[in-house]
């Protein structure tokens, strides 16, 4: 019984495995006469890539380039202070409006904020107390001028007379000008609101006021307001670099928000103290602003030596930007490729681009850097 079960059962599978076994052999037979698949496989060192098939690869040798020294450092944007214009308040009171904002752009004689000040009224009131003494002293000298020609005061009498008179007119005028530096412009119907109005055209830079707060005569700047048609590069060089940057001489900016865009500026300042920590110097550089700089952005500035140097200069498609960094890859022994991290330069006429370091003249590397790369992430 046992065995006539067995029978059975072989009998109801053997025609599937029939079926199955035929599929499989006519599918070796359409792959019999392709091509193996390529296959790249990363090695113990992650950074090295084994190859089946390396010849698949094309490789491209770097030609040699000539060019001037070079030292890329980092730096911000910030404003030009001797561009840096405070906003000042004569008047002391409490804001109650305030019409602009940090961060806008400004033009001069553009209301900032108006202040509700008592300055106003104690100005006024002198102003009205030097008024009434002057109409006094010119009443008096009026009679004065007659008495004296009619023989009746001495001429030390009438000089003292006009001299009362000219000082009531000091008075008056001084008492005016006091009123219109506090911002009240018509002197019959004085109000006590003040309006701080922008001393220059530009972008306010900094506040220190808020609504309903309080200010205080020539005390906290309300507003900063800054020309950032010109801007300052300041950067960090180090000791050992200083050698490379020299007063008046251009340097390229590129700022990181555009890459593709590049600025020149002039070297106006080289800190004369060294940051004790680091071992750096403050180095300024000016550029004027196209209008794409804002202040705190991060810039890459390239100073030029006067040394030539010979580099390497490589097809830009040998090179891979990944991760924030470049790379380049290079045949090593036993069909493997290592990836090296290279320092990019410029770009050069034929599709070229520098390379400043990583990667020397007549060294071998693979021509499609992304295409490798492609495949080894398959």
């Known amino acids: ?177 006091k009123l219109r530096l506090l911002g009240n412009t018509d002197l019959d119907q004085p109000s006590d609101i003040v309006e701080i109005r922008a001393p220059v055209s530009g972008v306010i830079t900094d506040q220190q006021v808020t609504n309903a707060a309080g200010v205080q005569s020539l005390g906290t700047n309300p507003f900063t307001i800054s020309d950032l048609s010109y801007v300052w590069i300041l950067c960090d060089v180090y000791e050992n670099d200083l050698s490379n940057v020299h007063l008046g001489e251009k340097a390229d900016i590129r700022l990181n928000a555009y890459p593709n865009e590049m600025f020149t500026g002039v070297i106006s300042s080289v800190g004369p103290v060294l940051d004790p920590n680091i071992r750096t110097a403050k180095v300024r550089i000016e550029v004027r602003n196209p209008g794409l700089m804002r202040v705190g952005m991060f810039v890459t500035a390239t100073f030029h030596g006067q ?21 380049v890859y290079v045949p090593t022994p036993d069909k493997k490729f290592r990836r090296v991290t290279v320092t990019a330069g410029g770009m050069l006429p034929g599709n070229l681009q520098e390379i400043v370091s990583g990667v020397a003249p007549g060294q071998q590397l693979v021509a499609d850097a992304l295409e490798f790369q492609n495949t080894a992430e398959q």
């Open 1 to 177: 019984m046992r065995r006539a079960g067995f029978e059975t059962l072989v009998l109801f599978f053997l025609p599937g495995l029939l079926l199955f076994a035929g599929c499989e052999g006519a599918q070796n037979d359409q792959n019999a006469g392709a091509p193996p698949p390529l296959k790249v496989e990363r090695a113990e060192d992650a950074n090295v890539f084994q190859v089946d098939h390396p010849e698949q690869f094309p490789l491209t040798a770097a030609v040699a380039h000539s060019a001037t020294s070079q030292l890329k450092v980092t730096g911000t944007v910030t404003p030009d202070i001797s561009r840096n214009v405070p906003v000042i308040s004569l008047a002391s009171g409490r804001v109650i409006e305030i019409a602009a904002r940090l961060g806008d752009t400004v033009q001069k004689g553009q209301v900032l904020l108006r202040v509700q000040s008592a300055d106003i009224a104690g100005a006024y009131s002198d102003y009205q107390k030097a008024v009434a003494d002057e109409q006094l002293t010119r009443t008096q000298l009026d009679r004065a001028e007659r008495l004296y020609a009619k023989g009746a005061i001495s001429l030390n009498d009438l000089q003292v007379a006009q001299d009362t008179e000219a000082k009531a007119k000091v008075d008056v005028k001084t008492t005016t000008g």
């Open 307 to 327: 040394r030539r140097e010979t580099r390497a200069a490589v097809p830009t498609t040998a090179i891979l930007h990944l991760h924030d960094r470049d790379w």
